[in-house]
Nanobody, 121 residues
Framework: QVQLVESGGGLVQPGGSLRLSCAASGSIFTINAMGWYRQAPGKQRELVAD???????NYADSVKGRFTISRDNAKNTVYLQMNSLKPEDTAVYYC???????????????WGQGTQVTVSS
């Protein structure tokens, strides 16, 4: 089994910054893409940013220029640096990873439990 554990959420004022971390552990053979999604109350879960094992990144238009995704492959950890936060960034943020648990098994998606980010004055 694979576990994803997120940390770093909290309450921040508009214009402030937060850094989210997500560490994957367990029966990991290799990890492909890792990413961050978010879900605000009454809305569908949406992609915020993702990053491949080679370091290629992809961002939602709403966060381009403000958020930066990065990863440490040796630690199976992905980060999300969030700057210039806005009230509309308020949501539960979920970590996602595409994992193979053995050489003969295909890719399976795993999710973290979510961490709350609230942007408010």
């Amino acid at each position: 089994q694979v576990q994803l554990v997120e940390s770093g959420g909290g309450l921040v004022q508009p214009g402030g910054s937060l850094r989210l971390s997500c560490a994957a552990s367990g029966s990991i053979f290799t990890i492909n893409a890792m990413g961050w999604y978010r879900q605000a109350p009454g809305k569908q879960r949406e992609l915020v940013a993702d990053i491949t094992s080679g370091g290629s990144t992809n961002y939602a238009d709403s966060v381009k220029g403000r958020f930066t995704i990065s990863r440490d492959n040796a630690k199976n950890t992905v980060y999300l640096q969030m700057n210039s936060l806005k009230p509309e960034d308020t949501a539960v943020y979920y970590c996602n990873a595409l994992v193979r648990t053995s050489l003969v098994r295909g890719w399976d998606p795993y999710w973290g439990q979510g961490t709350q980010v609230t942007v408010s004055s």
